[in-house]
């Protein structure tokens, strides 16, 4: 079974300073890899995903991620940070495309100090 | 906004009942994912539709059930409720079964006393 691993429960970063979020998973075949951002009373907002191909994704927002099969990693990063990306971001794994639906991490609480 | 729509915003229950969650998906999307979020047991998969048909299963209880009409929205039935029912229940829609782009309703919260 496929599993995912965020080992920052929160991480407080200041405004404008880079941004890297750790992600790691356990899967069989070629993993789907998501992260997804959740705001207070919201949603999930996908930010990025990785199927194959080039192993650095651009995504929304001004993040992106790099998936490192060796390190079976896929962590997020953002060169620099605004106040409103104070957030949950959780990283997903997908089984069958993500057809059998997605499993994910604990998520990373993100807090912005001025 | 996602484009997904999901009723009731906020749900408050006793113990023993039954609740009915719907969803109604983003125009054109034939698939409809349901996860429920709690503090302890975090984002879990439950179940998908696929054009009315079920795909897959998740952590899904037996007293929950759901189904997809055609019409294409989504009802998420929990029965004999616990306390540990208690969380925010997503609805996620997706345009087929393989599109992973799965866009997230706001969600149900669920409180059951």
């Known amino acids: 079974a496929q599993s995912v691993t965020q080992p920052d429960i929160h991480i407080t970063v200041s405004e404008g300073a880079s941004l890297e979020l750790r992600c790691n998973y356990s899967?069989?075949?070629?993993?789907?890899l998501f992260w997804y951002v959740q705001s207070p009373g919201q949603g999930l907002q996908l930010l990025l995903k990785y199927f194959s191909g080039d192993t650095l994704v651009q995504g929304i927002k001004g993040f992106e991620a790099e998936f490192k099969r060796s390190q079976s990693s896929f962590n997020l990063r953002k060169p620099s940070v605004h106040w409103s990306d104070a957030a949950e971001y959780f990283c997903a794994v997908g089984a069958g495309g993500g057809a059998d639906g997605l499993t994910f991490g604990k998520g990373t609480h993100l807090i912005i100090q001025p | 906004d996602s484009g997904v729509t999901q009723t009731p915003k906020h749900l408050i229950t006793a113990t023993g009942q039954r609740v009915t969650l719907r969803c109604s998906p983003r125009?054109?999307?034939?698939?409809v994912y349901w996860y429920q979020q709690s503090l302890d047991q975090g984002l879990q998969f439950l179940i998908h539709?696929?054009?009315?048909?079920?795909?897959a299963k998740g952590n899904i209880l037996e007293r929950f059930s759901a189904q997809q009409f055609p019409d294409l929205h989504s009802e998420l039935n929990l029965s004999s409720l616990e306390l540990g029912d208690s969380a925010l229940y997503f609805c996620a829609s997706s345009v087929d079964v393989r599109d992973t782009e799965a866009f997230f309703g706001q969600g149900t919260r669920l409180t059951v006393v």
């Open positions: 539709y696929y054009n009315g048909e079920e795909r």
């Open positions: 899967y069989g075949a070629t993993p789907y």
């Open positions: 125009s054109g999307d034939l698939s």
